[in-house]
């Protein structure tokens, strides 16, 4: 069975973490059973050592850095660091389940992997700020004890206005468009990457489509606009053939 390591907030599925999402989904796309622990973001660093998981980063005072996901596979005994190695570790484990990376696409989706954090970039503050209150309070502390230092001010005093929210929110849909002409490109009725067949790529941007709708809000005008406007409905499709790999267990 595999663990996946996960941040858990208020919100009543826990999980609400764009990279973790990435995981999460990859997992369930492959159909294999897991469990989730939650761990809050200020014992990651403590945990994952424990666990013996590999650093992804280096802290500003030089010190290796622990994020999540991780997860642990107790059939291989393998501890995995990092959304895009967990993704390559589930298809060269398990190659007879449903292919992440269909005909060895992987450069393609390192790509992806690598383009896709720019299309969101505008609208990055829009929606990690939104998340300030659904954190339990000691990730929310953590946050505040390691970001406000780095930025000189408030987490409340990054909360961009609404008028700012609004070009940020513009900017943000003008990428996304530059998007849906690359998966247009593809040709009409092709609603994934790779035309018909969903791959990882697809799910990193479904990761980043629900981080963003559990951000806004599901009932909110913006999410409304992104999954139905932007792009003729393009995204809001796209994530409902792919939000049943978002599996909570
Ligand atoms: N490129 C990494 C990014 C992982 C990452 O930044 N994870 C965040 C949660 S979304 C984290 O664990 N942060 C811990 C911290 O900042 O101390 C991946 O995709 O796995």
Same mark, same amino acid.
């Given at each position: 069975?595999?663990?996946?390591?996960?941040?858990?907030?208020?919100?009543?599925?826990?999980?609400?973490?764009?990279?973790?999402? @990435?995981?999460?989904?990859?997992?369930?796309?492959?159909?294999?059973?897991?469990?989730?622990?939650?761990?809050?973001?200020?014992?990651?660093?403590?945990?994952?050592?424990?666990?013996?998981?590999?650093?992804?980063?280096? /802290?500003?005072?030089?010190?290796?850095?622990?994020?999540?996901?991780?997860?642990?596979?107790?059939?291989?005994?393998?501890?995995?660091?990092?959304?895009?190695?967990?993704?390559?570790?589930?298809?060269?484990?398990?190659?007879?389940?449903?292919?992440?990376?269909?005909?060895?696409?992987?450069?393609?989706?390192?790509?992806?992997?690598?383009?896709?954090?720019?299309?969101?970039?505008?609208?990055?503050?829009?929606?990690?700020?939104?998340?300030?209150?659904?954190?339990?309070?000691?990730?929310?502390?953590?946050? *505040? *004890?390691? *970001?406000?230092?780095?930025?000189?001010?408030?987490?409340?005093?990054?909360?961009?206005?609404?008028?700012?929210?609004?070009?940020?929110?513009?900017?943000?849909?003008? /990428?996304?468009?530059?998007?849906?002409?690359?998966?247009?490109?593809?040709?009409?009725?092709?609603?994934?990457?790779?035309? /018909?067949?969903?791959?990882?790529?697809?799910?990193?941007?479904?990761?980043?489509?629900?981080?963003?709708?559990?951000?806004?809000?599901?009932?909110?005008?913006?999410?409304?606009?992104?999954?139905?406007?932007?792009?003729?409905?393009?995204?809001?499709?796209?994530? @409902?053939?792919?939000?049943?790999?978002?599996?909570?267990?």
């Amino acid at each position: 069975m595999i663990t996946l390591y996960d941040i858990p907030s208020k919100l009543p599925g826990k999980a609400f973490s764009n990279n973790i999402f @990435k995981a999460r989904l990859a997992i369930a796309f492959k159909g294999l059973p897991f469990k989730t622990e939650w761990v809050e973001m200020c014992d990651i660093g403590p945990k994952m050592k424990a666990l013996g998981a590999d650093p992804t980063q280096t /802290n500003p005072d030089g010190s290796p850095k622990y994020t999540l996901p991780v997860i642990y596979d107790d059939a291989t005994g393998k501890c995995v660091s990092e959304s895009m190695k967990i993704a390559e570790y589930l298809e060269a484990t398990y190659p007879d389940k449903p292919s992440l990376f269909p005909f060895g696409t992987y450069a393609p989706i390192h790509l992806f992997n690598e383009y896709f954090p720019d299309v969101v970039q505008p609208g990055f503050i829009v929606f990690v700020s939104a998340f300030t209150d659904k954190l339990n309070p000691p990730t929310l502390e953590y946050i *505040r *004890r390691t *970001r406000e230092p780095l930025m000189g001010k408030k987490l409340e005093e990054m909360i961009p206005s609404p008028e700012e929210k609004v070009t940020l929110l513009a900017a943000t849909k003008e /990428n996304f468009s530059k998007l849906d002409a690359i998966y247009a490109s593809n040709g009409a009725g092709k609603m994934y990457f790779f035309g /018909n067949i969903p791959s990882y790529a697809d799910l990193i941007l479904a990761a980043n489509l629900i981080w963003i709708m559990l951000s806004v809000g599901m009932e909110s005008n913006e999410w409304n606009a992104i999954s139905n406007e932007w792009d003729g409905g393009r995204w809001g499709t796209l994530l @409902k053939t792919l939000e049943k790999y978002n599996v909570n267990q």
